[in-house]
């Protein structure tokens, strides 16, 4: 643990997981939807067993604008780490990564994690973090920042850890502005159900979840197929709902569904209003990522006499 950020504040309890020792700090209610956050608890210890190709699939696909290699001597932090996935596949290319979750999901990330000797693991919320300004070479947080009520200042407290020069990757749920009418329509039907079904008891909201994943997800992706094997060299299948999973696990679809239709609170952006959160919160030499899912990017804190 000799390459870790130090922590800038003591912890209120340590307890030992998996061989993991988890810290906890203390979480106030500044931007934080407490009801999301209990939710993604009971959504994670349900979906806490991912395996190493699922990983490493899904991994690259968010780390497409991210040179590893450059990444070797890095200090990292994982804003919102969940089950500690995006954490596991960037273990083995970073000096140190800490993960933090506000969560229940500390603990299936503690049994991920139990081997990775350079990660560190802490219960904080994003207007908490236990650690200085300006302490980390590298910050990610992927597909949490849309859950939280003020998106864009979160995104500004996970930037300020970032050191001048350091490299911070987000993504953040879309508001389908590359897709069509009918596309649209289709999500902004789905999005009257979901606001029902979030606020079903959680042994309920997750068998309705499942079913969705069943007559839903996986006909609309055996769709996609079928549309991509009769057009082989053309991406029209991209334009068929749900086909971002085609070539995905079972446990990845179940697993969105429960995300997508189970969350209490969600907020999607255009890319123009990512980038504009991005400059906003002191980011520069913005990239997006062409490719699914939409959007990630990744930017580079300015230096402190620009």
Request: glycine share 6%; hydrophobic share 40%; net charge negative.
């Amino acid at each position: 643990m000799s390459q870790a950020v130090p922590y800038s504040i003591p912890a209120s309890k340590e307890e030992e997981i998996e061989g993991k020792v988890i810290s906890h700090f203390p979480i106030g209610d500044r931007n934080i939807d407490t009801v999301t956050v209990e939710s993604f608890g009971e959504e994670w210890e349900k979906f806490d067993d991912f395996d190493q190709q699922e990983i490493h699939q899904v991994g690259n696909e968010y780390f497409d604008i991210i040179d590893l290699e450059a990444l070797r001597e890095a200090r990292a932090l994982d804003v919102g780490c969940g089950t500690g996935r995006w954490t596991k596949f960037l273990a083995k290319h970073v000096a140190h990564i800490d993960a933090i979750d506000p969560s229940k999901a500390i603990y299936p990330a503690a049994k991920l994690l139990r081997e990775e000797q350079n990660v560190r693991l802490s219960v904080a919320g994003v207007s908490d973090l236990p650690f200085a300004n300006d302490s980390f070479d590298f910050v990610f947080s992927l597909g949490v920042l849309h859950h939280i009520p003020d998106t864009s200042q979160a995104m500004k407290d996970a930037v300020s850890k970032l050191r001048p020069g350091g490299q911070f990757l987000v993504y953040l749920y879309y508001s389908l502005d590359n897709k069509g009418a009918f596309y649209k329509f289709i999500f902004h039907c789905s999005t009257f159900f979901r606001r029902m079904i979030c606020k079903m008891p959680q042994g309920l909201k997750s068998v309705v979840c499942d079913i969705i994943a069943f007559t839903i997800y996986l006909p609309f992706i055996g769709l996609g197929k079928l549309v991509k094997a009769l057009t082989p060299n053309s991406k029209l299948y991209q334009k068929v709902p749900l086909s971002y999973y085609i070539g995905k696990s079972l446990n990845i679809v179940r697993n969105d569904a429960l995300d997508r239709f189970g969350t209490p609170l969600e907020q999607r952006f255009s890319r123009k209003e990512i980038e504009q959160m991005m400059t906003e919160a002191g980011l520069e030499q913005i990239r997006f990522s062409e490719n699914t899912p939409y959007w990630h990017a990744v930017g580079i804190k300015k230096s402190q006499n620009q």
